[in-house]
């Protein structure tokens, strides 16, 4: 009995090691992949660090070759800076020094092959002087050309800002005139609009004028609807073309005024609101200063100014 005993012992000794040397194999197989793997990724970093560092000498080399050639350049340019001064220096000296050698040795015919040889120097000297001043020339040229259109560009200025300042001015007057002090438009502005609905101020571009402004506090009084015309009108206060132009009468302060309107609309006035209008232009505007102006059958709402270029 004990000796069967002993050899289950015996047995379940031998399958436990068994069990416990296939595990370590297997484990150590497992370190030996990790380990190849990491040597295989530090050599891959490796050349990845070589190739790094050849490239950033390559760069080291390009730079420097570029810096060199810069400062080569930069001396050139410094010496052909000088180099119409010292010819006419040139040209004067040997000036004198031929007119000095014709005074000494006129009968010398090497002196004389000199001259001559200088001489052609001389022409050779004039002939680029030549040059340089037809390039002088040119550039006085263009200089002209371009103070005469800063010239027109300053007019062009002038006449606006004449044209603003009429407008302005008649603004101010219809404004004090026209516009009830408790029923009036704030925050009143104009766009002009493309095509695609983007502001602008190029006439070949604008399609339509939009207005829009806030009534705020409107008495109770002058609440309700009521007709509002808007009228577009040019520096001189010529309203702009519309094939089927509004005819209105205006009332405020017991005067009376007859406005020509691009549209009318009917409106529900409120105690407070932002309106907003829009104009869809027939015809493309000129240069210039335009007025936009929003009525009432009581009067002037408000104004603003655009311009046109």
Not at 80 to 100: C, F, M, P, W
Not at 207 to 217: E, G, I, R, W
Not at 229 to 242: A, E, H, L, N
């Amino acid at each position: 009995m004990k000796t069967t005993t002993s050899w289950i012992i015996f047995a379940l000794l031998a399958i436990a090691m068994l069990i416990f040397g296939w595990k370590g194999c297997t484990e150590n197989k497992a370190r030996m992949a990790e380990i190849a793997a990491l040597s295989e990724k530090n050599t891959a970093l490796g050349n990845e660090l070589q190739d790094v560092s050849g490239l950033k000498a390559k760069l080291q080399g390009d730079l420097d070759a570029l810096q060199a050639k810069y400062s080569s350049l930069a001396a050139e340019n410094e010496a052909l800076e000088g180099s119409v001064t010292d010819a006419q220096k040139e040209i004067k000296r040997r000036r004198s020094a031929i007119y000095r050698l014709t005074q000494e040795s006129a009968d010398k015919d090497g002196q004389m092959a000199s001259l001559r040889a200088q001489l052609d120097g001389l022409i050779s000297a004039r002939t680029a002087l030549e040059g340089d001043i037809s390039n002088l020339q040119a550039e006085n040229a263009a200089l002209k050309q371009e103070n005469a259109k800063l010239k027109g560009d300053l007019a062009t200025s002038r006449e606006e800002k004449a044209a603003l300042a009429r407008l302005n001015e008649t603004m101010e007057k219809d404004i004090s005139d026209l516009t009830l002090k408790n029923f009036k438009a704030n925050g009143f502005t104009t766009d002009v609009l493309r095509k695609d609905g983007k502001p602008t101020r190029r006439k070949v571009f604008a399609k339509k004028v939009n207005v829009s402004f806030d009534l705020v506090d409107v008495p109770e009084e002058y609440q309700g609807v009521r007709k509002i015309y808007m009228v577009i009108t040019d520096d001189q206060g010529v309203p702009i073309k519309k094939s089927t132009p509004v005819s209105a009468k205006i009332s405020v302060n017991g005067q009376e005024q007859d406005i020509i309107a691009v549209s009318e609309q009917n409106v529900e006035i409120q105690e407070s609101q932002r309106l907003s209008f829009n104009h869809d232009l027939e015809e493309k505007l000129k240069p210039g200063y335009y007025r936009s102006s929003i009525y009432t059958d009581l009067g002037l709402l408000g104004s603003a100014s655009f311009l046109m270029r």
